[in-house]
């Protein structure tokens, strides 16, 4: 049974309950409920895995305890009896279960058990006065008699402390919260009216009764009980001071009322004045600190640059939504190859373009969704209903340029999106969506939903990057190298070094799948380092052995992440320095993604180039492709990626690509190589089109020693000795 569903059948019961003439069907009927509410209470407590179950479980306890009594009292037993000590049994329970339900998590000893306590003694001082005292001083009735009649007023005090507190809690709550919070109210309105109205209607006043049995249990049957207590249940308010001041009150107003004007009056005047004046004082001092505290707050859940909310505050609107049994759709947002701004146009200009990108994302959110700044370059977007039409609102809006001052900026934006319910935590729909936008960004796909594939996928990435640094200490890598041929004389110049991965329980593992992790985890900047050193000494020991037959130079490949690292150059000259080998012996391959950004990547390759060591751009025609790059950065080799050498000799295609960056290459004095040469008519054609060098398969397979001394297979006719 839903929550919703037996709150409407337990309040229709209560009404009924008023309706049926009294007798044995209208007390069925009441006990009915009263059970009823406990099954259910110890239910939502299992099923919802409280936090708190146990004190659940108390409370299910005290209320049993009341039907125990229900069902004893109507046996017209002699007073007292064993129903009133279940009634009077049940207010410990019930006190200790309501304090634990509705306190935040911390020390017992907080303001909230503090203001429990001054509102007990006041009321407790009001009721000795008026209702214990009298029944104690009667000398006529029995001890257990007095004990019993004074401890129903007494345990009402104490129920009264904790729920009032309960009432007049600041901040936030959640729907179980709200539904004990009524039943608290209830009970509170019931005990009052039975304390100072003994002769009020027993059947509306127990119909009262059986309304907060029935909101208990709708409280623990509600999925939000599962979640902490939210808000700061501490602090003090003006309801709260206004209702322990007069608690506080409750004393002089005593003697006031009791008529000793003569020895007390005085003193209970001024002691109410004081008392008051003191109030006033702490009235002033709790609005300034509430205010500072508001300050605070939005200091603590705002980004300071954009304005908007940072990752806390949209953690807890989605845990709000959430919690209200309602769905959301979180979008989070990766301004891709933001990064190059700061680098190109400075720390200024990146934060205008971010500013200028949080008012886009503030004007296009409707009226209850929430635009947030994540960190760095990310954004998220709360939405509470239509998930995908507002994704693709923001990537409309996105592909247009912002404007940074004087700078005119387009982004490319890369969105992940995940949606969710109740019983989902805020943190794990953020990590959905956020799985979902890095999943855009390696695809270059603008808008990726969540899916479990790619959680499995993001695991597998995990435990992959784990088992690269467990590797990475154990030595399961090794560099193989694939010779660099003269086409005209088939002779081996030169080697690419590339590594390779032996597993000791997955085998061999592509380096197109560790690469990529390696450079998202950043071990890519040790084994990068690892594979340079490697090589290094490698050509050293063949130059000592081979003399002039020993490869000319050995290729390197470097990643974007070891570009951007602080000092790079220096860790190639150090490698270069403990190996002995030549700066102009070690060619540095990059990608033209690398360096398209500018900024640090282009400082770190012109500063290796100064220093001797030549620059070979890798894949060129397969990123941003700009003809602009070779003029702009010190490149001493072309190497023309495999995906064009394929169309040379396939039938009715033509060798354009190949043949105009041939002619790039001349003009701007650079040396072209070939990859992926897999064929000796491709060799022949590459040859004629006026290409020096090729590598590939053709040639020989990456292997730890090549045979430097063979010539290499190329077309016969070709074969020639210069």
Known sequence: MGWRTWLACGLGAAVLYTLLPSGGLARTL????????????????????????????????????????????????????????????????????????TRQRGPVWSG????????????????WTFLIEPIVADSSTPPLTRAVIAGYPTAGVLLCAVIIPILLRPGPRTASLWLLTAGSAVTLAGNVVYTLVPEAESRLLYAGYLVAYVLFAAAAAHPSMSRPVAGDGDSLGRSRLTVLTASTLLVPAVLLIRGDWHRWGVVAVGSMVLFVLVASRMSGYVTRVDSQARQLRHLAMHDDLTGLPNRRELEHRVTVVLAAGGGCTVIVIDLAGFRHINDRLGRAAGDQALIAVGELLRSCVRDGDLAARMGADEFAVLVRSGGTAAANRLLEALRHPVQAGEHELLLTARLGLASGGAGLT??????????????????????????????????????????????????????????????????????????????????????????PVAEDNGLIVELGEWIMRTACRQFARWRAELGDTAPQYVSVNVSARQLSEPGFPDVVAGILMDTGVPAAALLVEVTETALFGGGVAIDAVESLHRAGIRIALDDFGTGHSSLGLLRAVPVDVLKVDKSFVDEITEPGRQAVIVDALIHVSNGLGLRAVAEGVETAE????????????????????????PDFGAVALIPARTAVID
């Open 682 to 705: 491709q060799a022949d054609y590459l040859r004629e089109l006026g290409y020096d060098c090729a590598q590939g398969w053709h040639f020989g397979r990456p292997v730890a020693q």
């Open 112 to 127: 909230n058990l503090i203001d429990a306590a001054i509102i007990a003694v006041g009321l407790g001082i009001v009721y």
């Open 30 to 101: 009441a006990i009915t409920v009263a059970l009823a509410s406990i099954t259910v209470m110890i239910i939502g407590a299992r099923r919802n895995r409280s936090l708190v179950a146990g004190s659940w479980y108390v409370f299910a306890a005290g209320i049993a305890s009341w039907v125990l009594g229900d069902v004893l009292y109507p046996i017209g037993l002699p007073f007292p009896s064993w129903a009133d000590a279940f009634y009077l049994g049940a207010y410990p329970l019930l006190t200790v279960a309501l304090f634990r339900l």
């Open 426 to 515: 805020a943190t794990e729909l953020v990590r959905r969506a956020d799985t979902a936008r890095y999943a855009a960004k390696s695809s270059g796909t603008p808008l990726v939903v969540h899916t479990a594939e790619l959680d499995e996928c993001a695991e597998a990435a995990e435990r992959l990057g784990a088992d690269l640094r467990h590797s990475l200490d154990d030595g399961d890598f090794t560099v193989v190298y694939q010779p660099i041929v003269a086409l005209r004389t088939g002779r081996v110049v030169a080697v690419e070094a590339l590594v390779r991965w032996t597993h000791p329980i997955r085998g061999q593992v592509s380096p197109a799948d560790f690469i």
